[in-house]
């Protein structure tokens, strides 16, 4: 079935540090990407997505790019800010029939100290 | 309005309780989730709801009730719980479902933190 790999946490980074959390995947056909963000005592937000191969997503100084040779989407951010601490969640969705869901990997919780 | 409004924020209930989560969006999305998180989990899908009608129970006990009244409202009925359905209950509703839907994002709301006593 659809499985996503993340980078396992906790991260700790200093402000302005360049920020990578690795995210791989296994999908049959060719699933959407994304990562969402849970801020404490929050649902989950959208912070960017790609939908196909060589497709970069970005927001708010994140980006990540759909590498369909390496099956991954890594995030990254080249300065990141102590309102960055949050938890990352890497998920994926594919149009097969009866698995349209959304698949999420376990989160890397992030926590920028100034 | 791009807001997915859940009530109510904490809920501390005993076993023999029932009481109901509810779930509301004003903006026009034809489908609406409900999940469950666990700490330091990510959420794990319960049900999914197409155009009003349940379209995906991933096997959840039957102490667990869904039910859609109209196109805006999500709620989720709760009877003799567990203390392990502990749980932070995450609502989410998307433009869509199904495979014609697979690119869009999902808005979630801030959620309902349960505790079963």
């Known amino acids: 079935g659809d499985s996503v790999t993340q980078m396992e946490g906790p991260v700790t980074l200093s402000e302005e540090a360049f920020l990578t959390i690795n995210c791989t995947y296994t999908?049959?056909?060719?699933?959407?990407l994304f990562w969402y963000v849970q801020y404490p005592g929050e649902g989950l937000q959208l912070l960017l997505k790609?939908?196909?191969?060589?497709d970069k997503g970005s927001n708010k100084g994140f980006e990540a790019t759909y590498r369909k040779e390496t099956t991954s989407f890594h995030l990254e951010k080249g300065s990141v800010q102590v309102s960055d601490s949050a938890v990352y969640f890497c998920?994926?969705?594919?149009?097969?029939?009866?698995?349209?869901?959304?698949?999420f990997g376990t989160g890397t919780r992030l926590t920028i100290i100034p | 309005d791009t807001e997915v409004t859940q009530t109510p924020k904490h809920l501390v209930m005993g076993m023999t309780n029932k009481k109901s989560l509810k779930c509301e969006q004003h903006?026009?999305?034809?489908?609406m989730y409900w999940y469950k998180q666990k700490a330091k989990k990510p959420p794990e899908l319960m049900f999914v709801?197409?155009?009003?009608?349940?379209?995906i129970n991933e096997s959840v006990p039957s102490r667990f009730s869904p039910e859609c009244p109209n196109s805006s409202l999500l709620n989720l009925h709760l009877h003799a719980l567990q203390p392990e359905d502990s749980a932070l209950y995450l609502c989410?509703?998307?433009?869509?479902?199904?495979?014609?839907?697979?690119?869009?994002?999902?808005?979630f709301g801030s959620g309902t933190q349960l505790s079963v006593l």
């Open positions: 989410a509703s998307s433009q869509d479902w199904g495979r014609a839907a697979t690119n869009e994002k999902l808005f």
């Open positions: 999908a049959t056909g060719y699933p959407s």
């Open positions: 790609a939908t196909k191969a060589d």
């Open positions: 998920a994926l969705r594919t149009p097969n029939f009866g698995n349209e869901k959304l698949t």
């Open positions: 903006m026009g999305h034809r489908a």
């Open positions: 709801y197409s155009y009003e009608k349940l379209s």
